[in-house]
């Protein structure tokens, strides 16, 4: 399992992609069970407004959790 982090395995960006095929509609922080692991989404600002203030796109990962 790994940290929250803005980099990921290629391991993860897998997952990632077939969590978000299974769950195309998933909330922040949802918990979903995958090939007996449990996984929460999570969204991370990747851009913001020139002041700082607000975001203007976000991304998002699906994270290993106990």
Same mark, same amino acid.
């Given at each position: 399992? =790994?940290?929250?982090?803005?980099? =990921?395995?290629?391991?993860?960006?897998?997952? =990632?992609?077939?969590?978000?095929?299974?769950?195309? #509609?998933?909330? =922040?922080?949802?918990?979903?069970?995958?090939?007996?692991?449990?996984?929460?989404?999570?969204?991370?600002?990747?851009?913001?407004?020139?002041?700082?203030? #607000?975001? #203007?796109?976000?991304?998002?990962?699906?994270?290993?959790? #106990?």
């Amino acid at each position: 399992m =790994s940290n929250y982090k803005n980099q =990921s395995t290629p391991e993860e960006k897998e997952i =990632s992609r077939a969590l978000d095929e299974l769950y195309p #509609k998933a909330k =922040s922080r949802t918990i979903v069970e995958y090939e007996s692991r449990r996984y929460q989404l999570r969204y991370f600002p990747i851009e913001k407004t020139a002041d700082g203030e #607000k975001v #203007k796109e976000w991304g998002h990962r699906w994270v290993a959790v #106990k």
